[in-house]
């Protein structure tokens, strides 16, 4: 794999670097110094090469060629390496980790003073590509073909080295044989029950013999166990045959007790002689015998068989923990289409491939912001570590203790009535109106009136202890940590580092508490949040004044006769047709037979409904639960339309049903974006919610592109505007799951209430505002129609 760093003018070019044998980085001959988990090594495996891009702040690389296909060096005297860079590590403003770029910067200074042996510069770069590159960077479906070469590969190394294993194990064997033969010899040839003669024999010899007779002893009783077991199972036998072997196991079992009796008498003789710790200080003087000085060269070549052969071991151990991670890369890219490359575990720096004993004990020049942070809380004995600890566990106690009360109280009153308590009102007095009266008078107050009035102090407060505690922790953290490397001429070389131990934190704190906050959340905001969806449950798209014609003729393919059979439809039933089969109300009120009755009015080789049951896929994508995907029939008049407009969920995922040959739905279309947000419910940190949700944004934004480019080649015609985002993105929030609606909105303003302040204006940012707006349309329009419905 070839390695690039590239800062300013400063363009730095390195080859050879490699997994040696599969199992030890290495670049060119010079092999990583110190042990590490080699699993994330893999990806070197595939990738031909990467640039790391300070002044872009960015990591680019190219997976290796397919086969018939020649590797080739880029021109390092060409700064134009990024174009030739197929794959970016992060997305435009993504990147947080200053310490990537810091440290290749610093490597470029001292590369170019000669101030590092070419020794330390490989180290560096090994350190650099493992803790803060490898990691970072997600594969593809299309890299399932390189995995599995490169699988097979590390499978064929396996394979060699076990067969290797067995050969050197089948050499131990015959060496252990011939050295239990010779010790057998000796016991019986010699008097090695006698101090006398043992005083005379060599101490390293006795030290060795006596390890040996240890072990053997342990291995007869092991055997005298089981002769034992079946002497007694024999003896309770009835059988004339059983009765006559008794007597043979009996002589065996015989054998090995009289044999167990002489290897203890010889063990303590030996002891007696070697360890005993009063013994007599004058000692005969030692007789050279030749079968002792054969015994030790047999045991000491054993030995160093023995260290080769656990070498082997640990290399097959680690080799197989290669091929772990690719196989669980293989099988996530099938399932999700994109994998890092392994799992990290939340109670500690550990990941799901990591089989080495000494794989956290790093130096700290190996250890990250984020393992410094770790080390400190997982310290149970640090200042930081307790408090941590103890805020934590006050936290869960506040929020339990509150939840418990505040469900004592709605139980005691009327469930058709909502207590609500302003802010400027009587502490003492409450005022009970209906909940969409209390909506009419506050839906244009800001989103603060919206929460539950009775949870509102309570989340307040809770919100402001958070933010308080993360920032003293962060300043405390700080003090623990060995800034000097950090700073130069008495000032950081990065103002990001706070951010940085600040986001470290709040993984760790919110990985505890995140549980019960959002639970506080959701109790806060599900009224208001339920009443909306059981809102847009009775609106078509067209009454939630969604009709971007990009909408119209891009997410489902349009028939355009489809309907002018239906002479009955009124007005409003010809203004729905116009919309696509996903969103129209006239096809949102057809039976499913109708729809396929329609579909085949234009194309006769459709099967019937009978025939051609609904594509199984919509059952198991994250907008309908199973339960959710049969559609009851809509009863239908005269005219082909229902009295009111309701369309229950049951109808919704009918709505977006795909018909065989036709345009994928908005349902598909959307579906990678809705699973960001339903990983944004998932997650706990509060950064890492961000980043889900700014990668849904990022999605709705290029699906968005995507579909207007389709008919309107021109650059401009196809330029997304912020309104046309928002109008995917409230398209949606219409299709998810009735939990998952319910649960994002309580995300989203639990997100408002504790994203880092110095994330305003980010990206991160940008993503949050758009997904609030969208929500903030919809309370608008529900208003708005409940005003006009009284």
């Not at 080769?308 to 091929?323: F, G, P, T």
């Not at 800034?483 to 934190?505: A, F, S």
């Not at 739905?665 to 919610?689: F, R, S, Y």
């Not at 940012?765 to 006009?788: A, E, G, H, I, P």
């Amino acid at each position: 794999m070839y390695l690039y760093l590239q800062h300013g003018k400063k363009l730095s070019s390195i080859s050879g670097i490699h997994l040696k044998d599969f199992h030890t980085p290495a670049v060119e001959q010079i092999e990583i110094d110190l042990t590490v988990e080699p699993a994330i090594w893999f990806k070197t495996l595939i990738i031909n090469s990467v640039l790391i891009e300070c002044d872009v702040r960015n990591v680019y690389w190219r997976e290796k060629c397919t086969h018939g296909e020649s590797e080739t060096e880029f021109d390092t005297e060409s700064t134009r390496v990024v174009p030739r860079m197929t794959r970016a590590v992060y997305d435009e403003g993504d990147c947080e980790d200053f310490e990537l770029f810091d440290s290749v910067v610093k490597l470029l200074n001292k590369v170019e003073s000669k101030s590092l042996s070419e020794e330390q510069r490989a180290q560096e770069i090994l350190r650099i590509l493992h803790l803060y590159v490898l990691p970072e960077i997600v594969l593809k479906l299309q890299d399932v073909a390189l995995l599995q070469d490169a699988l097979e590969n590390v499978e064929h190394s396996i394979g060699i080295i076990s067969e290797d294993i067995q050969r050197k194990d089948r050499g131990i064997c015959l060496t252990e044989n011939s050295l239990k033969t010779q010790r057998d010899k000796l016991f019986s040839l010699d008097n090695f029950e006698s101090e006398k003669y043992l005083i005379t024999c060599n101490d390293n010899f006795l030290r060795e013999v006596l390890v040996d007779v240890e072990r053997d002893i342990e291995s007869m009783n092991y055997e005298l166990e089981s002769r034992q077991a079946e002497v007694e199972r024999i003896r309770d036998a009835v059988t004339d045959e059983g009765k006559e072997n008794l007597q043979k196991i009996r002589n065996v079992r015989d054998e090995i007790f009289i044999s167990v009796q002489k290897y203890q008498s010889v063990r303590e003789t030996i002891k007696n002689v070697t360890v005993r710790e009063n013994r007599s200080k004058r000692r005969s003087k030692v007789t050279p015998n030749v079968f002792h000085e054969i015994y030790l060269e047999l045991k000491g070549r054993l030995l160093k068989e023995k260290k080769i052969v656990k070498n082997c071991c640990d290399q097959k151990l680690k080799i197989a923990s290669v091929r772990e991670a690719i196989m669980q890369v293989r099988d996530e890219l099938l399932q999700r289409g994109e994998s890092y490359g392994f799992q990290t575990s939340r109670e500690g720096p550990g990941t799901s491939t990591d089989v080495l004993e000494t794989s956290d004990e790093k130096p700290s020049k190996w250890q990250t912001v984020e393992d410094k942070v770790k080390s400190t809380l997982f310290d149970g004995s640090s200042g930081p570590a307790l408090a941590f600890k103890s805020f934590c566990d006050s936290v869960t106690t506040k929020i339990t203790a509150f939840m418990k009360e505040n469900e004592f109280f709605l139980n005691s009153r009327d469930p058709d009535e909502t207590c609500i308590k302003g802010k400027g009102e009587d502490d003492d007095e409450f005022v009970n109106i209906s909940y969409l009266d209390s909506i009419a008078i506050q839906h244009s107050q800001t989103i603060d009136n919206r929460i539950s009035s009775g949870y509102r102090p309570f989340t307040n407060a809770i919100k402001e202890d958070i933010l308080k505690h993360i920032e003293e922790q962060s300043k405390w953290l700080m003090t623990t940590m060995d800034i000097d490397t950090y700073m130069e001429k008495g000032k950081l070389l990065n103002v990001e580092l706070p951010h940085k131990v600040w986001i470290c934190y709040e993984v760790q704190l919110y990985g505890q508490i995140m549980n019960p906050l959002a639970q506080l959340y959701r109790e806060s905001y599900s009224d208001v949040a339920n009443k909306l969806y059981e809102f847009l449950l009775k609106k078509s798209l067209l009454e939630l004044g969604i009709d971007e014609p990009w909408l119209n003729e891009e997410c489902i393919e349009s028939q355009p006769d489809r309907f002018e059979s239906n002479r009955g439809a009124c007005a409003v039933a010809k203004k729905g047709a116009s919309l696509k089969s996903g969103l129209s109300i006239t096809l949102g009120r057809m039976t499913l037979d109708e729809l396929y009755q329609s579909a085949k009015n234009d194309c006769q080789d459709i099967p019937s409904f009978i025939d051609c049951p609904l594509d199984d896929e919509r059952n198991s994508d994250v907008f309908y639960d199973q339960e959710e995907s049969e559609s009851n029939p809509s009863s239908l008049f005269e005219n082909g339309l229902e009295k009111r407009s309701d369309i229950n969920e049951n109808d919704r995922a009918s709505l977006y049903a795909k018909v065989s040959g036709e345009q994928p739905t908005i349902n598909e279309v959307l579906q990678p974006a809705g699973k960001e947000l339903e990983h944004c419910i998932e997650t706990a940190a509060v950064v890492e919610k961000l980043k889900c949700m700014t990668r849904a944004y990022r999605l709705v934004n290029r699906k968005v592109t995507k579909l207007k480019s389709r008919k309107r080649p021109s650059s401009i015609e196809s330029m997304v505007c912020c309104d046309e985002i928002l109008s995917a993105s409230i398209v949606l929030l219409t299709l998810l799951r009735k939990e998952n609606f319910i649960q994002l909105y309580s995300h989203l303003n639990l997100l408002i209430d504790l994203m880092p302040s110095f994330l305003t204006g980010s990206v991160h940012d940008c993503s949050l505002t758009n997904f609030y707006s969208s929500f903030q349309y919809l309370f608008d329009k529900m208003v708005s129609v409940n005003r006009v419905s009284r």
